[in-house]
């Protein structure tokens, strides 16, 4: 199983790393029997995404995942962070192992719920806009 | 890389200098085929059995009681499928191991039990030991085969063999240990010991990889596994892996010589691993203290995850291993943390050292200074974490 | 001794300098365990991946099509073992092969009759080929297998493979063909020829001893041999065999790249060690002439015994081999050359030269000196010739 | 499967190889089934073996033991010759492989069959003197 340097740079010096106290918007998806844990937290001022960060219990993937996408998000409209998939979060890493394709599925999750916590402390509904957060169970345990 | 610290020799070693110079004429010059009639194929055939005969005086077997193999996992599968096929055909259909064994022979118990055979698997308790008494309620009257591991591979845990051989001997149950991590750590004698197979592999023990060995004692029969020629005295086939064999007696003799030594130093070093690791907060040692291979240290931290341990110990030039899941890219941590009651997430951070006979003091300060450092960095990123 | 000519290249290789300059590496510096997250185990399992790719290039296979083994004995025992027990869950139960094959497929397929099986041994005509349409007559509903050598290790008879492979793939039979003899001397177009599985190992083609592969066309479905780790996709526990992988890899390249020249130039010297030798009165050549192995030689002298021929070539320096059963010690001679026809007297007295690729003109013109000779001492000596 | 200095010595230069037109004992045993036969010629006078050929189709061990059970017979009384046994020549080889011990048994029975053979033109019955010669399939074809 080999890393992409990409990879391994963002998981060596990852970006956005840390707790944000200030936060308005805070996401955690995965669980720790499954073996990985992602907390985003994100600050939105009209709709744009002006600070992320993030906390990982996971694989080297999962840091450099999380890394990359909170890079990817930082700056973006809601309406642009919401399309980020986990495909490209992956070819801006030029690729993962495909035993670790599961754990970039995370950091698009993460970044759903970190969202969809933004809305709903802003009193919406969600769902309409975000979707379905998927189990984590669902998504890569199998 | 500055500086290389190899902490990994449970999962592997480096070949030994005298070990490669003695494989190397038989990847040159004398390349006969041992069943040769011709000169370089008596020669070869000489070698094998010189290579026999050291591997044999390690264990305090006689020479022909060794059959060479392609590596441990063979090993682990002939003595177990040969051993079980063979007696269900005297309606003993039974086997009994530990639910912590190596794969080679869980995955080889479980293809047996789709082959109708019913496998018993013995718990341990949390310090990671098979208990004597446990054995001995398990065997029934249809119980073929016994086999507990030597030494456990991750938590470096030396089972009760002696005694559980006794058990054996007295029901009359045949018994086999995998020794693989156990050989050249521990002193092993199979007499004494009532062992009637034992597997061992020579990556383990500055041999190459590719290349094992099983003991069977002398009048204890069991089906062959690998069918073809009459190599190893007919019971089992293919030419044999000439340079490897002889590397393999190099490896067990300077293994036999040295032993005493080289387990006192690396004890020393073990203690010194463990006992400041475990400085760490929220930090445990697994596996017990008291009957542990000189070479292992495993030690989970909480609230991080092995993958990323061992890659930052990699950055740092530290070649070490974990019983997270991520590692090997399966779901489910180690099934030897969670035997002995270790939760996933705990079980996830663990890291194993194995310390090996070319480890230094040096290394081990080295390691020491890493680590507590590589720790706190992946705890200050981890959303599980809190001090 | 002044003289070296090594004429059993068919028994083992010397193992190619470029092989062995390409394993020394792994077993030195490089010795990281393929599965290992770190440095020097991610380098292990890159030339891993390097060497299943030169694997897979000279059979025109992909590269996740193919398994490292311990040796040509095991890729037989896996592939047809392992193909026989997985169909026979879908009630096929009856395999095909022929009489001559080597030990690794002939005890093997007697193996599984014992597990229940049902085996047909096709016969071979009397030149050494065996029949595709006795192939296709014998194929049952419930076959589960075919398995039928691609050249002969004694006569070195070239079967023909792509029919074979043409008749099962139409029937929907599974067809294994053992190559051991035919790698790096014909080449192989697994696809072309509709061959499912194909055993090869590394010291017929100038790698060590005690390494192989099995080709394993992808949508094939076997059992697993042996049980273990998750090495090789999880369909072969076992530390991988690094260095002899490595040299396998770096063989299969030169064999697949020389091949023709190669080729070429043997089998003019085959041709003349085969005209030369029927000049010798009484004296047979056994195996068709025309699909020949370039490396093969195989002659009956009526009236010696073949030990007594090998013993006296070796006091010469000559190294050759012999369908003898008194090379073997058991009593009946090469079951190949009873195959075909001949009777235990001359069958003993039979002569297999194999040619490699370092042998030169002299070499050959050496042994036309000595053989005559030692044929007519031995003849000289013996109750049974007169001339 | 070695084999000792002394057999290859004999083996490679052995002693009493021939035919012997005059003889007046010839034996012959095994067959070439089994894979080895072996000629014994005896030339006898005043009951002592005054000259012994030997022609042998077998193996290294079947020539080796033919030479050596030949140089061990030359210039012995019958009565001596017929006491010689395989277990003698191979120690006089010093050992033979295990596989090849059989080979050694035909030396002795071709020995006693050319003694009987001698007695027989001498117009004695020799199976009291020299007892049955077992078949070759009894005493190595297993
Ligand atoms: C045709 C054939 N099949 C199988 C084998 C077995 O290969 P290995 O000796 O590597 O087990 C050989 C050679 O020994 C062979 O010639
Ligand atoms: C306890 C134990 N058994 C068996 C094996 C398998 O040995 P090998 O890798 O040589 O097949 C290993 C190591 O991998 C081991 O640690
Ligand atoms: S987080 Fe466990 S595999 Fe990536
Ligand atoms: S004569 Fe055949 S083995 Fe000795």
New binding site residues.
């Given amino acids: 199983m080999m890393y992409s340097a990409k990879v391994m740079e963002h998981f060596a010096s990852p970006h956005n790393v840390g707790e944000m106290p200030d936060a308005n918007g805070v996401g955690e998806v995965g669980n720790q029997k499954c073996g990985d844990i992602m907390k985003m937290y994100i600050k939105v001022e009209n709709n744009v995404i002006v600070d992320v960060k993030f906390l990982t219990f996971g694989c080297g993937a999962a840091i450099a995942t999380s890394s990359m996408a909170t890079d990817l998000i930082k700056g973006q409209p809601l309406s642009e962070a919401l399309k980020l998939t986990n495909k490209a979060v992956v070819e801006a890493l030029d690729g993962l192992p495909a035993v670790k394709l599961h754990c970039s599925v995370l950091a698009e999750q993460a970044i759903k719920a970190a969202i969809a916590d933004y809305y709903r402390r802003q009193g919406i509904d969600p769902t309409p806009i975000v979707g379905e957060i998927e189990d984590c169970e669902a998504c890569h345990c199998h | 890389m500055d500086r290389f610290v190899y902490l990994d020799n449970?999962a592997t070693t480096k070949v030994s200098e005298r070990v490669f110079e003695a494989m190397v004429p038989y990847l040159t010059e004398h390349y006969g085929n041992p069943s040769s009639i011709y000169g370089i194929g008596r020669e070869a055939h000489a070698a094998i059995d010189e290579a026999r005969e050291k591997v044999a005086k390690a264990i305090n077997a006689k020479s022909r009681e060794i059959y060479f193999t392609g590596?441990?996992?063979?090993s682990?599968n002939w003595a177990i499928k040969g051993a079980a096929r063979h007696l269900a055909k005297k309606g003993k259909k039974h086997i009994i191991t530990s639910v912590f064994e190596?794969h080679?022979v869980l995955h080889t118990c479980q293809s047996l039990e789709k082959e109708g055979f019913e496998v018993t698997y013995l718990t341990v308790d949390s310090e990671g030991y098979v208990s004597p008494s446990d054995v001995e309620n398990a065997i029934r009257e249809d119980t073929a085969l016994v086999t507990i591991?030597y030494a456990n591979?991750e938590i470096g845990t030396i089972q009760p063999i002696a005694e559980i051989g006794k058990i054996c001997r007295d029901k009359k149950v045949l018994f086999h240990t995998?020794a693989?991590?156990a050989i050249g750590n521990v002193r092993i004698d199979v007499q004494a010991e009532n062992i009637d197979m034992l597997?061992l592999?020579g990556?383990?023990i500055h041999a190459p990889?590719g290349v094992?060995a099983l003991y069977v004692r002398q009048g204890v029969v069991i089906d062959n596994f690998m069918d073809g020629g009459a190599q190893e005295n007919n019971k089992r086939g293919g030419t044999e892996n000439l340079a490897s064999i002889v590397g393999l007696g190099a490896a067990m003799e300077e293994a036999h010589n040295g032993l005493e030594e080289k387990a006192a130093k690396l004890t020393i070093l073990r203690d010194k691993l463990i006992d400041n690791l475990l400085k760490i907060p929220h930090t445990r040692l697994n596996g017990g203290r008291e009957n542990r291979l000189c070479t292992n240290v495993n030690i989970s931290f909480e609230g991080i995850e092995g993958e990323g341990l061992l890659l930052l110990l990699d950055l740092n030039g530290i070649a070490g291993s974990s019983g997270s899941a991520c590692t090997s890219g399966s779901l489910d941590p180690s099934h030897v943390l969670l035997a002995i009651g270790l939760e996933h997430g705990i079980a996830h951070g663990s890291l194993r050292l194995s310390l090996g006979r070319y480890n230094t003091e040096e290394d081990v300060d080295y390691a020491l200074q890493v680590i507590p450092q590589v720790v706190e960095r992946l705890r200050a990123m981890s959303p599980v974490w809190q001090e």
Same sequence: chains 1, 4.
């Fill in positions: 449970s590596c441990g996992t063979e682990d190596h080679a591991m591979n995998d693989v991590q597997s592999s990556h383990k990889k094992g």
